[in-house]
């Protein structure tokens, strides 16, 4: 596994992303967030949210 230093896209905080050979899958592991994977669909639906949006869709997928 290759991981690079990266921000969470949930927390924004500090984390690591692994890069993968799945093309649309991102994993991360942030200290907040644990360690979760999501679809880089998924994920460019969600950058442009405010923080309490995306952490609260965290929250009910746990």
Do not use: V
């Not at 649309?24 to 994920?43: K, M, N, Q, V, W």
């Amino acid at each position: 596994m290759n991981w690079y230093s990266d921000t969470c896209p949930i927390s924004d905080e500090p984390a690591q992303e692994e890069l993968s050979g799945i093309e649309d899958i991102a994993e991360f592991i942030s200290p907040s967030c644990g360690r979760f994977r999501i679809t880089r669909t998924a994920l460019a639906m969600i950058l442009h949210r405010t923080q309490k949006p995306k952490s609260s869709h965290l929250h009910k997928r746990r």
